[in-house]
């Protein structure tokens, strides 16, 4: 899988996003229009701290790499749909401010 979110608009992350969710029929689990979920998406952008690496294009990395092994490693086949919704949204904000500060993070840096 071929995926630099580094190197793509945030615009076209949001998309992103919302179309791995549409892929995998799991708007239909939501049960909510398009523009909510896109507006939760941004809220979850918002809460990113803005720093180089553990910032929201990291975690649309690692949203899709979740989804490329969900899909072309059959993962997904091993969960029911609202596990995978859980899973991919799980990993969407893993490093969101709302998920944790960083602490951790920057503790590690500095010891390292």
Do not use: W
């Amino acid at each position: 899988m071929e995926f630099n979110p580094f190197a793509m608009s945030v615009t076209q992350l949001y998309a992103v996003a919302i179309y791995v969710l549409h892929d995998l029929d799991l708007l239909s689990v939501l049960k909510i229009p398009c523009s909510h979920l896109l507006d939760f998406i941004v809220d979850i952008k918002e809460a990113y701290m803005d720093n180089p690496y553990h910032c929201f294009k990291h975690a649309m990395d690692v949203y899709c790499q979740t989804y490329f092994m969900m899909t072309d490693l059959q993962a997904g086949l091993q969960l029911t749909q609202l596990d995978q919704l859980a899973l991919l949204l799980g990993n969407f904000r893993h490093m969101s401010e709302v998920s944790h500060t960083a602490h951790l993070y920057f503790y590690r840096c500095s010891v390292s």
